[in-house]
């Protein structure tokens, strides 16, 4: 028979470390559920046949994701360039340029090619490469301001998230003709980086370290009480 007598002040900061910990577990566990669920939405959608431009934009039929077909449309003139990666994730510059859709003034941003970034052990990191014809192409949400998002500098042709005042400035276009939700972004087939750049094996694995806490804190706890006779097991 266990003879158990808790220290009070002990259980009492235990017990709300004990709850975080569980509930940062369970809530990894829900993220791994949401993201699998997230990649399997998107590769259905990837999986899709392809829209035309004027289905997707001016249809309202465009899916994050969904492949595009221009139709022979060709990228106005003025280019802009977006901080990101290319598809081997080496950094740089993403290269966009307006496109007019649906038959009217409405403009959206098309990804014509990638600009990597000059650094000591590649000198041809800073050359430009062209998209082949403009076939590998999705819809794609732009990129959103965040909070540590450093700011647009319009005169360095230097965007880090879509900025639709300093992009019209650049391109020379009223801002109110952007497309906002959309973009037109190269794909390779892989998932975005959003999707990827935490996968759903990596809160898998941040659950197991919160539950393994847990369980340490646990071991802790009642190794304690066993050392100062608060734990005691009689025959």
């Not at 259905?44 to 431009?53: F, K, R």
């Not at 340029?97 to 990597?116: A, H, K, N, Y």
């Not at 540590?148 to 319009?154: E, L, Q, R």
Request: charged share 20%; hydrophobic share 45%; proline share 7%.
């Amino acid at each position: 028979m266990a003879s158990f007598r808790p220290l009070p002040v002990l259980t009492l900061l235990m017990l709300p470390a004990l709850g975080l910990l569980i509930w940062l577990g369970s809530w990894q566990l829900d993220r791994r559920a949401w993201k699998i669920e997230l990649l399997a939405d998107y590769a259905a959608t990837a999986q899709a046949e392809p829209l035309t431009l004027s289905d997707g934009l001016c249809e309202g039929q465009a899916e994050l994701g969904r492949r595009v077909l221009l139709d022979g449309a060709q990228p106005l003139s003025g280019l802009v360039r977006v901080s990101g990666r290319n598809a081997q994730g080496a950094p740089g510059w993403r290269l966009f340029s307006p496109l007019m859709v649906c038959g009217t003034d409405q403009l959206v941003l098309v990804e014509t090619g990638f600009e990597g970034l000059q650094t000591a052990t590649r000198a041809d990191d800073s050359s430009v490469v062209e998209a082949d014809a403009f076939t590998q192409l999705r819809f794609e949400t732009p990129l959103a301001q965040g909070p540590f998002t450093p700011p647009a500098n319009p005169e360095a042709n230097e965007f880090y998230a879509f900025d639709a005042d300093g992009l019209g400035a650049r391109l020379d276009i009223d801002p109110e003709r952007l497309n906002t939700r959309y973009w037109l972004a190269l794909s390779d087939g892989a998932p975005p980086a959003y999707l990827t750049q935490t996968p759903p094996e990596r809160h898998l694995a941040y659950a197991i370290t919160w539950f393994g806490m847990m369980l340490a804190l646990l071991a802790v706890y009642f190794a304690y009480h066993i050392q100062v006779g608060r734990l005691q097991w009689r025959g």
